[in-house]
């Protein structure tokens, strides 16, 4: 491990987020440009992820299954919107086995063109449907700025796709995982995400609506952390997904597309590091606990891990890391695993074995205040509801430093203002394609959402000062 400090977030908030993913071990730059490594411990946290979306998705009704990398490049032109909004993107594959190919070959950027033309094959009767099906993936967008785990050339996520009889169905199935998402981000990641629809501009190319939960980092841009697509029939249409109905007419299905990917990590990073490194929520942490003895002599090794073996048996229902290097001092060992987001250090030394306790140091609250000592007797209950505190605390901080700063201005010069001073603005907005786009010509700031969560009454749009009843999220963003 670099010794090192990080940059602080305050000086190079940039400088400080790439040292950590790298020094934490998360991730390191790939000998191709854009893409990236994803190390033991980073893909651990995406595997915690991974496990928790899953159940979610198999309560809700959904299977996996598995499509192909490489998608011929006719099917991304079926569509044609899709293919507009891909194409700067897409990787493509000319060259096969040293002879040119028939059809060039796109590398997966998405699956909704691949999977519409199975669902075709599939899909004969009302009877075949709803399709509720997820995929674990890879995909490859070429992206001309990257930032690991952000933005890169490939990265790792899920994606579901759905078809349904109805276009009330396919809307209760898009808002359905919104509500996943939403759910999984704030119990389990410490996520406060706000869910809303994103405007004409920029929802999912081919899409009727796009949904999202949106995220404030803590340099307090934003980030789309999840996205769920009501596709209506434009995928069915384009690749012919039909059914027989209950009266034998020949109907097009209406489909969905739903997903979060690696770039959760980042979030997770962002909304919860400090200047000592990663703060990771307890219930995605590849280690919950870790215990660090402490000794001087070999009886009191002797002595001390004896003490270890027995509490780290109490805690096996926890992701427990005993720390039991020689080589580097408890210092060493602190800073590590400060650097790394374990949510709980627990130490045990002479002192402790003799009077039968452990000292606990918490991740979430630095300094002597995180610090206390404890029996070993129970250990297991108190490590329990401290893990328990700590995810509460993590999400109540998080939400504080987000309301703290989405602001509600009264005229338009204040909204520059404040998204200059990179805050949120919560603002009456009558939607527009080219007014929205003068805002962001103006201020570099998006329109993140129009929240699900909408107050009711009328306003004053922002722009253009006509009345409207739906207030919106600006921010700049990642």
């Known amino acids: 491990m670099d010794e090192k400090k990080l940059t602080p977030k305050a000086e190079n908030y940039s400088e400080w987020y790439n040292q950590l993913v790298q020094r934490a071990e998360l991730a390191d730059y790939a000998?191709?440009?854009?893409?990236?490594?994803?190390?033991?411990?980073?893909?651990?946290?995406?595997?915690?992820?991974?496990?928790?979306?899953?159940?979610?998705?198999?309560?809700?009704?959904?299977?996996n299954a598995a499509f192909p990398l490489f998608i011929p490049m006719s099917f991304m032109e079926k569509e044609k919107e899709h293919v507009e909004g891909f194409s700067p993107e897409l990787a493509v594959v000319t060259i096969g086995g040293g002879s040119e190919l028939e059809e060039p070959l796109i590398v997966r950027p998405t699956s909704e063109t691949i999977i519409g033309h199975m669902y075709a094959k599939w899909i004969q009767s009302y009877r075949d449907l709803p399709v509720l099906i997820n995929q674990w993936a890879n995909v490859v967008r070429w992206e001309m700025r990257t930032r690991l785990f952000l933005r890169t050339l490939e990265f790792y996520w899920q994606e579901g796709h759905t078809a349904h009889a109805t276009a009330e169905e396919a809307e209760a199935e898009t808002l359905q995982m919104l509500d996943v998402y939403t759910d999984f981000a704030i119990n389990e990641a410490a996520v406060p995400v706000i869910p809303g629809c994103k405007s004409e501009s920029e929802k999912f190319a081919g899409a009727v609506r796009s949904y999202t939960i949106e995220?404030?980092?803590?340099?307090?841009?934003?980030?789309?952390?999840?996205?769920?697509?009501?596709?209506?029939?434009?995928?069915?249409?384009?690749?012919?997904?039909?059914?027989?109905d209950e009266n034998n007419t020949l109907q097009y299905c209406w489909t969905t597309s739903w997903g979060l990917?690696?770039?959760?990590?980042?979030?997770?990073?962002?909304?919860?590091?400090?200047?000592?490194?990663?703060?990771?929520?307890?219930?995605?942490?590849?280690?919950?606990?870790?215990?660090?003895?402490?000794?001087?002599?070999d009886e009191e090794q002797t002595l001390v891990m004896a003490a270890v073996e027995r509490v780290k048996h109490e805690l096996s229902a926890f992701r427990v890391k005993v720390d039991d290097r020689t080589e580097v001092t408890p210092g060493f060992k602190f800073n590590?695993?400060?650097?790394?987001?374990?949510?709980?250090?627990?130490?045990?030394?002479?002192?402790?074995?003799?009077?039968?306790?452990?000292?606990?140091?918490?991740?979430?609250?630095?300094?002597?205040?995180?610090?206390?000592?404890?029996?070993?007797?129970?250990?297991?209950?108190?490590?329990?509801?401290?893990?328990?505190?700590?995810?509460?605390?993590?999400?109540?901080?998080?939400?504080?430093?987000?309301?703290?700063?989405?602001?509600?201005?009264?005229?338009?010069?204040?909204?520059?203002?404040?998204?200059?001073?990179?805050?949120?603005?919560?603002?009456?907005?009558?939607?527009?394609?080219?007014?929205?786009?003068?805002?962001?010509?103006?201020?570099?700031?998006?329109?993140?959402?129009?929240?699900?969560?909408?107050?009711?009454?009328?306003?004053?749009?922002?722009?253009?000062?006509?009345?409207?009843?739906?207030?919106?999220?600006?921010a700049r963003a990642y």
């Open 31 to 63: 000998p191709v440009r854009g893409c990236m490594v994803v190390r033991p411990y980073g893909w651990s946290l995406w595997e915690n992820i991974q496990a928790t979306l899953d159940q979610r998705f198999k309560a809700t009704g959904h299977v």
């Open 215 to 244: 995220a404030m980092m803590g340099d307090k841009k934003a980030l789309q952390a999840g996205t769920s697509h009501n596709l209506g029939q434009n995928f069915a249409k384009a690749f012919d997904i039909q059914y027989l």
């Open 261 to 297: 990917s690696t770039r959760f990590i980042g979030a997770i990073i962002m909304t919860h590091g400090d200047d000592q490194g990663l703060v990771l929520p307890p219930r995605l942490a590849p280690i919950q606990v870790v215990i660090v003895p402490i000794f001087r002599k």
């Open 336 to 474: 590590e695993w400060e650097l790394r987001g374990v949510p709980l250090r627990l130490e045990i030394g002479p002192k402790d074995v003799a009077n039968h306790t452990v000292a606990l140091a918490r991740r979430d609250i630095p300094g002597r205040e995180g610090k206390s000592f404890v029996s070993q007797e129970g250990i297991a209950d108190t490590v329990s509801s401290i893990l328990e505190a700590i995810q509460i605390n993590m999400l109540v901080k998080a939400t504080q430093f987000r309301d703290e700063n989405i602001h509600q201005p009264q005229n338009y010069e204040e909204f520059k203002e404040i998204i200059a001073a990179d805050g949120w603005c919560y603002v009456w907005w009558k939607q527009s394609v080219e007014n929205e786009a003068r805002v962001k010509e103006d201020t570099r700031a998006t329109l993140r959402c129009l929240p699900l969560e909408q107050p009711g009454g009328k306003g004053r749009c922002i722009f253009s000062g006509e009345e409207t009843t739906e207030k919106a999220y600006f």
